[in-house]
């Protein structure tokens, strides 16, 4: 099932990403209590236009540190910001502060 990249890129904004390089590629870092972890995602701003496919969504959810599954949830709006941030510190992703 496809995406939308507004969509997407929206949801990032909304976990915590922040906007990072930008070349032929959009670069998302994540941001956590003002400081940038090693949690980053990128993706093409060549010839795919609007819609990401599922090999796509799926690199992102692995970048995210989600599965797909809850990587769409995100984007649905299932998932706050503080309930991604309690995923990845229960994945070990983010150090206990």
């Known amino acids: 099932m496809t995406m939308r990249m507004r969509e997407v890129k929206n949801s990032l904004a909304r976990m915590g990403f922040q906007d990072g ?3 032929k590629h959009d670069y998302y870092f994540f941001y956590h209590e003002g400081t940038r972890t ?8 060549g010839s795919g236009g609007n ?25 649905d709006r299932k998932i706050s910001e503080d309930g991604y941030i309690e995923i990845l510190f229960i994945n070990g992703m983010l150090p206990n502060s």
């Open 38 to 45: 090693d949690i980053k995602t990128s993706f093409s701003n």
């Open 51 to 75: 819609v990401l496919g599922d090999p796509l969504i799926k690199n992102i959810a692995r970048q995210c540190e989600l599965s797909e599954t809850r990587f769409r949830d995100f984007v």
């Open 21 to 23: 390089r930008k070349t």
